[in-house]
């Protein structure tokens, strides 16, 4: 019973699954992203996680797996229709991400990549997603591959200060003028944007990465490919997502890390308040440093998406079901969160105020998101 | 670190010949880790002589637990280790190996332990995606399979050579070769030697039929440390050496 109690989820949503996370990840680089799922389990995908599906054209499937194929393992089934997609396709790398099925299988999806790429010459990645955890983790497994294979050449530094951003999907960014937006703070401080990973880049620019000076994670799924590139070259990275005014404390730590080569996390430093923010933890610990630098009052997140605890301050913390988060609520005030945690407020006598996140309620209260990169006022209104 | 998977049909004397190897390979001074690939956790029993938790069982309690508690020390300092696998009847066993196989490796036990020899023992043939997964890139790089003259085993040795072949484009383990573990049946020698030919393999070890096995057994241990100066003891050592042979290690080594 222990068990069933920490994993309920009667009131809440649940978030996009680590294989929404791997396409979302790839959507724009010119690859071709294969779900080893049943047929019609793509539709979770392109209809709820993916809001660039009906305007930008990518090569996401499904690769339709039978009942009977499933438990006779036919993997040569799919190795053969996807090397003949991608002879026809042209694709600039393929990727197979999986499903709970395949994990119940034991597919090998690095092995069936090797295979692939041996066929089609092309670039091969094997996701071994498995609908169990958030799109935070597929992501970051994404993002880090694809750091990992085509973030290879050393480059010369460029002159001025210069970023890659790293860990941006709609799933955390929507496709509302957030990112645009960041990407203009950044400008108009001197700091130039040599690539995203990946939302607005393709492969050769971020081919060009390791030219930045500093890398910016903007959200988790960002880090691991961080890592990969500050231990590949050298280059320093900052955590956080810019957001009202931390977004002038992350352009200070962005040059800081530049002249120091030294890692920052703008946003730790938090103490249990009165104001609790869940969400992914980047943007959430990044608005909860906001609201402490923009009003005084205290402020705190909760990650409810996979997240690293040494990036956090003293009171914020993972907790990813009702269990865990509603003694935090119930000792807030205020609870900034997507709409549908809003039944967990229910007589609590506390203040809900809601902060949509494709990442969780999709489409839903898509044209709600707000673009809070310059300007919190109109949250802070609402507190 | 020589990475290699035994699979062989259930009852051949795969984990007693594994044991004996890997207790004739610390008796030279190499660290030997032994993992038990099969949910009765009972690879490792003759070298360990006492319970221990499997790898599964850990992770099912739900508790934090450290790599120390998922390994015990046997004869010679071999390393323990028992995957364990689902409630008998229920759940998945394959997926069970998978799940124990990753767990080992994400608790840094290789880095940890640094053995200089680490041996897969797998249960009997390789009957679904889980049980392939000792031979994987980044677990095993050599199989052996263990048979004797009996039909169903050179068959079960035949499909287990068969799944080797089929994974021959994924990075996988190579074939290291065939051991004959003896039950003295009628053309033993001609049927395995027929068996080393069509799969294209060569016979790398062979073992007699012997009472002293079974005697050591009884006494809960290897034979290597129950009898050490028998004629079995000295066959279970050639063994060794020859396995070790194979996978590129000198005798001076």
Same mark, same amino acid.
């Given at each position: 019973m222990s068990n069933l109690k920490n994993q309920t989820a009667a009131f809440i949503s649940t978030y996009a699954s680590d294989t929404s996370g791997v396409c979302s990840a790839l959507y724009e680089l010119g690859g071709m992203t294969i779900m080893h799922d049943a047929s019609g389990c793509n539709s979770t995908y392109n209809t709820h996680d993916e809001p660039r599906w009906y305007d930008f054209d990518s090569y996401?499937?499904? =690769?339709?797996?039978?009942?009977?194929?499933?438990?006779?393992?036919?993997?040569? #089934?799919?190795?053969?229709?996807?090397? =003949?997609?991608?002879?026809?396709? *042209?694709? &600039?790398?393929?990727?197979?991400?999986?499903?709970?099925?395949?994990?119940?299988?034991?597919?090998d999806f690095k092995a069936i990549a090797n295979e692939i790429e041996r066929q089609t010459g092309l670039p091969a990645f094997g996701f071994d997603t498995n609908g169990m955890h958030t799109y935070v983790s597929g992501a970051a497994k994404?993002?880090?591959?694809?750091?990992?294979?085509?973030?290879?050449? *050393? !480059?010369? &530094?460029?002159?001025?200060?210069?970023?890659?951003? %790293?860990?941006?999907?709609?799933?955390?960014? =929507?496709?509302? =003028?957030?990112?645009?937006?960041?990407?203009?703070l950044l400008t108009e401080n001197g700091i130039e944007t040599v690539s995203c990973l990946a939302m607005g880049s393709d492969l050769s620019e971020i081919r060009r990465a390791s030219s930045a000076r500093v890398n910016l994670v903007l959200s988790y799924s960002g880090l691991d490919a961080a890592k990969l590139l500050q231990k590949r070259f050298g280059t320093p990275y900052v955590v956080g997502r810019p957001c009202g005014a931390f977004g002038k404390r992350l352009m200070a730590d962005i040059k800081a890390a530049d002249r120091t080569g030294k890692n920052a996390v703008g946003f730790a430093g938090s103490s249990e308040g009165d104001i609790l923010i869940i969400g992914e933890g980047v943007f959430a610990g990044s608005l909860a440093a906001a609201i402490r630098e923009e009003t005084g009052r205290k402020a705190f997140f909760a990650s409810a998406t996979e997240f690293d605890d040494g990036l956090f301050g003293e009171a914020d913390v993972i907790a990813r079901d009702e269990a865990e988060l509603r003694p935090l609520i119930g000792k807030?005030?205020?609870?900034?969160?997507? +709409?549908?945690? &809003?039944?967990?407020?229910?007589?609590?006598?506390?203040?809900?105020?809601?902060?949509?996140?494709?990442?969780?309620s999709g489409r839903i209260f898509r044209k709600d998101i707000p673009d809070l990169t310059r300007s919190i006022a109109p949250l802070l209104e609402q507190l | 670190m020589i990475k290699i998977a035994v699979y062989g049909k259930g009852g051949i004397g795969k984990s007693t010949t594994v044991a004996n190897a890997a207790a004739a390979l610390a008796e030279k001074g190499l660290r030997v880790?032994?993992?038990?690939?099969?949910? *009765?956790?009972?690879?490792?029993? %003759? %070298?360990?002589? #006492?319970?221990?938790?499997?790898? !599964?069982? !850990?992770?099912?309690?739900?508790?934090?637990f450290s790599l120390d508690d998922m390994v015990s020390i046997g004869f010679?300092?071999?390393?323990?280790?028992?995957?364990?696998?689902?409630?008998?009847?229920?759940?998945?066993?394959?997926?069970?190996?998978?799940?124990?196989?990753? #767990?080992?490796?994400? #608790?840094?036990?290789?880095?940890? /332990? *640094?053995?200089?020899?680490?041996? /897969?023992?797998?249960?009997?043939?390789?009957?679904? @995606?889980?049980?392939?997964? +000792?031979?994987?890139? @980044?677990?095993?790089?050599?199989?052996?399979?263990?048979?004797?003259?009996?039909?169903?085993?050179?068959?079960?040795?035949?499909?287990?050579?068969?799944?080797?072949? @089929?994974?021959?484009?994924? @990075?996988?383990?190579?074939?290291?070769?065939?051991?004959?573990?003896?039950?003295?049946?009628?053309?033993?020698?001609?049927?395995?030697?027929?068996?080393?030919?069509?799969?294209?393999?060569?016979?790398?070890?062979?073992?007699?039929?012997?009472?002293?096995?079974?005697?050591?057994?009884?006494l809960g241990k290897t034979v290597i440390e129950a009898f050490p100066q028998s004629d079995m003891a000295k066959q279970y050592r050639d063994l060794a050496d020859s396995l070790m042979k194979i996978c590129g290690v000198s005798e001076d080594a």
């Open positions: 996401v499937f499904i =690769s339709a797996l039978t009942e009977m194929e499933a438990i006779m393992g036919d993997d040569g #089934k799919l190795i053969s229709d996807i090397v =003949s997609a991608a002879k026809e396709l *042209k694709p &600039k790398f393929v990727a197979v991400a999986g499903t709970p099925i395949p994990m119940m299988t034991g597919f994404a993002f880090r591959a694809v750091a990992d294979r085509f973030i290879t050449d *050393k !480059l010369g &530094k460029t002159s001025g200060l210069s970023v890659n951003l %790293l860990g941006a999907t709609p799933l955390d960014f =929507s496709v509302n =003028s957030s990112l645009q937006s960041a990407k203009e807030s005030r205020v609870l900034i969160a997507d +709409p549908l945690y &809003k039944p967990l407020c229910r007589g609590m006598g506390i203040r809900f105020v809601p902060m949509p996140h494709e990442g969780f | 880790m032994q993992i038990g690939c099969d949910p *009765k956790a009972d690879s490792t029993v %003759l %070298l360990r002589g #006492k319970d221990q938790p499997t790898v !599964l069982d !850990l992770v099912r309690s739900g508790r934090d010679g300092g071999v390393i323990c280790v028992e995957a364990g696998g689902p409630t008998p009847g229920s759940g998945c066993a394959g997926r069970g190996i998978i799940a124990a196989l990753e #767990k080992l490796a994400e #608790k840094g036990a290789y880095e940890e /332990y *640094k053995p200089d020899v680490v041996f /897969y023992d797998v249960l009997g043939d390789v009957v679904c @995606g889980g049980f392939s997964m +000792p031979m994987r890139q @980044g677990y095993a790089d050599r199989v052996f399979i263990i048979t004797s003259g009996e039909n169903m085993a050179i068959h079960a040795a035949a499909n287990i050579a068969m799944a080797i072949d @089929g994974f021959k484009n994924r @990075g996988y383990a190579s074939l290291g070769g065939i051991i004959l573990n003896r039950r003295d049946v009628a053309r033993e020698d001609e049927k395995v030697a027929e068996l080393c030919s069509d799969i294209g393999s060569g016979l790398v070890g062979v073992l007699s039929h012997s009472n002293t096995v079974a005697q050591a057994e009884e």
